[in-house]
């Protein structure tokens, strides 16, 4: 019944989300999701499409995904559950333009993701950031354990959490590579499939698709429903979200 209900309200909501597309709903999230789980090129999607019948150029799936895959994020975002009181958190670099950037992220000791955020730089003005939208906008209990690496604008960013109110007035920060290690490898199951050459063209692309490329691992991990949680199930999941029958099915 809750889950019904869930489903008929995205419905209602998502009427407008596919409105003047020339392709029918499932086939753009099919594309959408496609770009976000697998390590496929926008032209090996076109490809892919031309073997079953659909022209379009790879240009327009480019579209579909700058469109899409921040909705994925921002409806999934509303299954995640409160996580456990010890977090680690890291930021890696992603390539823009031909320069690094830096990519901020959390994830509880369990490996359950927290929240991203992708950045210019990589100071004390970013980690405040990153903590201010990570204690905000998730369903987080205040965390008692943080684990970061070396980084020197990590304790002033955690104090300043703490006297925003954001967080509890001790919180433990330690630092250790080896505890460090979970989230680095979550790293790379997230930047597996981002472009390789050259990195992506603007910052606002980036942005929107690695908001996509971090829902998309939201849900292969799962949140936390009964029973197994196969890809069919995920993509029950998102056809539940923009309301129509079917994805990714022949």
């Known amino acids: 019944m809750i889950l019904t209900a869930i489903a008929d309200k995205l419905k ?7 409105k003047g597309r ?3 709903a499932h086939l753009i999230i099919q594309a959408v999701s496609w770009y976000l789980r697998y390590p496929l090129s926008y032209r090996d999607l076109e490809e892919m499409f031309l073997e079953r019948g ?3 150029d790879h240009s327009t799936i480019n579209r579909w995904v700058l469109a899409y895959a921040p909705l ?15 977090v680690r958190i890291d930021e890696t670099y992603v390539k823009i333009r031909g ?31 990153f903590f201010r939208k990570m204690l905000r906008s998730t369903p987080l209990l205040s965390p008692g354990k943080i684990g970061t690496d070396g980084a020197g604008t990590f304790p002033p ?14 919180p433990l920060h330690y630092v250790t590579k080896h505890l460090q290690q979970g989230i680095e ?36 991990k799962g949140f936390d429903f009964a029973g197994q949680w196969s890809v069919r199930d995920q993509n029950d999941l998102l056809a539940v979200l923009f309301g129509i029958e079917k994805v990714n099915e022949a």
């Open 12 to 18: 209602r909501q998502s009427k407008d989300d596919f």
């Open 22 to 24: 020339q392709f029918e």
């Open 54 to 56: 659909f022209e379009v």
């Open 72 to 86: 994925i994020e921002k409806r999934l975002r509303r299954f995640q559950k409160p996580h456990c009181g010890s």
């Open 99 to 129: 320069k690094w950037r830096y990519l901020y992220r959390a994830i509880d000791k369990h490996g359950n993701s927290i929240d991203f955020l992708l950045t210019a730089k990589r100071d004390l003005d970013a980690a405040k950031r």
């Open 157 to 170: 960013a955690i104090q300043g959490s703490v006297d925003e109110g954001l967080l509890a007035s001790d």
């Open 185 to 220: 490898s979550d790293h790379f199951r997230l930047k597996k499939n981002m472009p390789k050459v050259g990195g992506f063209r603007s910052f606002n692309s980036a942005r929107k698709t690695i908001a996509g490329f971090e829902a998309m691992l939201w849900l292969k």
